[in-house]
């Protein structure tokens, strides 16, 4: 499936990878493993019939949560991958930058 999606990117996209030190990587797993498990408790409460209420503040919750994770992200791209990028004279970036904040702020 990967080599399908990487076919499907252009050469310089295809070739990037993070470089996130592995601290930062054990905290961001961390973190999704517990949305993983309140997205399934979410999942249960629809399933029990609890409380629309309560439900929707769980999903509050959990988008916090996916929030926080994009903020750890978004640091760790702006500090690195941008600011090397730049460093190479390769002023894209900014383009590529606008994208994703505008996808972001979608949210």
Known sequence: MMEQ???NMDE???CRQSHHPESVKKDLTTRLNRIEGQ?????GMIEKDVYCDDVITQLSATQSALNSVAKILLE????GCVVD???QGDDAIIDELVVTIHKLMKK
């Open 5 to 7: 999606t990487t076919h």
């Open 12 to 14: 310089n996209t295809a």
């Open 39 to 43: 997205i399934r408790g979410i999942k």
């Open 76 to 79: 760790g791209h702006l500090k």
């Open 85 to 87: 990028r730049l460093s």
